[in-house]
């Protein structure tokens, strides 16, 4: 195996186990969320992809998807970990910014968007970039974490020297915007995380 990928499966599971050890079970909750979005069909993205959690959720589970995200230093370490498992030909990794995201329009059936929204300046514009690259009868599955959940991870950023900055709190006012538009969605809470899934 590549020298580099086993390195960084190494630092990968390390950083698993460190949130499992505050409470927080990054692969459930991935599980819980692809639970939540099945059945899956036709294009998939993962947007605001990160390490590659959902990425890799999703290729475990036997889907192709197009994976998306601002930072090439997070898409190189979301590329090592699907090469782990001998699954990166599952993904097509691409640079975007979903605020003004290059993707034409309606180019997705199933868009999934994970613990994304409080890092943005402009959520709803986040949000209505969804809703243009998505086709019409498509689905979203968009996710944060909930004050609860905020508040353990500004406590792992705090016990590492870090701080953890967010622009929202909870989804409520991308809940209001789809009320305004007059989208349908469901909306379901674990522990940790608000999750919207919405259907066009």
């Known amino acids: 195996m590549d020298k580099k990928v086993a390195e960084n499966h190494k630092l990968y599971t390390e950083r698993l186990e460190l949130y499992k050890g505050y409470g927080y079970n990054t692969l459930k909750s991935r599980e819980f969320f692809l639970k939540q979005v099945s059945p899956l069909y036709g294009r998939i993205l993962d947007v605001g992809t990160g390490k590659g959690h959902m990425s890799l959720a999703l290729a475990q589970a036997g889907y192709s998807l197009v994976s998306a995200d601002i930072s090439r230093e997070e898409q190189k370490f979301a590329r090592l970990n699907t090469a782990y498992y001998g699954l990166e030909n599952k993904v097509d990794f691409m640079i975007d910014d979903i605020e003004a995201s290059s993707f034409k329009d309606e180019s997705f059936d199933i868009i999934v968007c994970v613990c994304l929204m409080h890092h943005l300046k402009k959520p709803l514009k986040a949000v209505s970039e969804l809703f243009r690259i998505l086709k ?48 349908r969605y469901k909306k379901i809470k674990d522990k940790f995380h608000e999750i919207l899934l919405i259907q066009t």
Do not use: M, P, Q, W
């Not at 991870?153 to 305004?180: F, N, P």
């Open 136 to 183: 019409s009868k498509g689905r979203i599955l968009l996710t944060d974490f909930s004050k609860e959940g905020l508040d353990l991870i500004a406590k792992i950023h705090s016990d590492e020297g870090r701080v953890h900055t967010a622009t929202i709190t909870g989804l409520s006012k991308i809940e209001a915007y789809l009320e305004k538009k007059g989208i």
